[in-house]
């Protein structure tokens, strides 16, 4: 049963225009949500996180929402730029267990095109 | 460069064999994460070590071992290696805490890539 679904395997935008990538959630206990943009042959580039007591966080073009309500978060990319096309992960945690492993997603391929 | 490595990037070998993968964490990191990604799979959480002792299990088989060192460093062992493992193999790190309750950002290496023929 998969606890961090992205439902959308892959997106295409023009470059400029903004790239929104959704992920959803099951678990209530998760505290701690993390992006990774992964590019082929490397491994997985920390992007942005957000903690349970906020509904959102800005690092330049990126930002994240969180809706706890819904179990859903969203990332926005803003403008988007060619070199933003690879696949990017969505992941939790709940930081009240033992241990912090990150529960994942498939992925999202985000394409941007010049 | 997240500042994690990992030895080595590729590894091709039979089934039935046994290898090892090897990572360095952050400098200054204490705890190490285990993740195995295979071809229609997501990011599978395998085992976590926190200053040389184990803190967490997830989807490790029998078959599989781990353990930490007191330089930090971690090594993943595979035995009697089947054709599904073949997958790439992520090591992470975080700073790690003892205590409950602190948000952590885990650093992820390049991964190794292993091929059981």
């Known amino acids: 049963d998969q606890q961090v679904k992205q439902n959308s395997p892959s997106l295409s935008v023009q470059e400029g225009r903004i790239s929104i990538l959704n992920c959803d959630y099951t678990?209530?206990?998760?505290?701690?949500f993390l992006w990774y943009k992964k590019y082929p042959a490397e491994g997985p580039t920390f992007l942005i996180s957000?903690?349970?007591?906020?509904d959102k966080n800005e690092d330049g073009r990126f930002t994240v929402f969180l809706n706890k309500s819904a179990k859903h978060l969203s990332l926005h990319i803003v403008p988007s730029q060619p070199g933003d096309s690879a696949v990017y992960f969505c992941?939790?945690?709940?930081?009240?267990?033992?241990?912090?492993?990150?529960?994942f997603g498939k992925g999202t391929t985000l394409s941007v095109s010049s | 460069d997240s500042g994690v490595t990992q030895t080595p990037k590729h590894l091709i070998t039979a089934t039935g064999q046994r290898v090892t993968l090897r990572c360095s964490p952050r400098?200054?990191?204490?705890?190490v994460y285990w993740y195995q990604q295979s071809l229609d799979q997501g990011l599978q959480f395998l085992i976590q070590?926190?200053?040389?002792?184990?803190?967490a299990k997830g989807n490790i088989l029998e078959r599989f071992s781990a353990q930490q060192f007191p330089d930090l460093h971690s090594e993943l062992n595979l035995s009697s290696l089947e054709l599904g493992d073949s997958a790439l193999y992520f090591c992470?790190?975080?700073?790690?805490?003892?205590?409950?309750?602190?948000?952590?950002?885990?650093?992820f290496g390049p991964g190794t890539r292993l091929l059981v023929l």
């Open positions: 992941a939790a945690s709940d930081f009240n267990q033992a241990g912090t492993a990150l529960i």
């Open positions: 992470a790190s975080s700073v790690g805490h003892l205590l409950q309750g602190l948000w952590e950002t885990q650093y």
């Open positions: 957000i903690s349970s007591i906020k």
């Open positions: 070590y926190y200053n040389g002792e184990e803190r």
């Open positions: 678990n209530s206990m998760f505290d701690y």
């Open positions: 400098s200054g990191d204490l705890s």
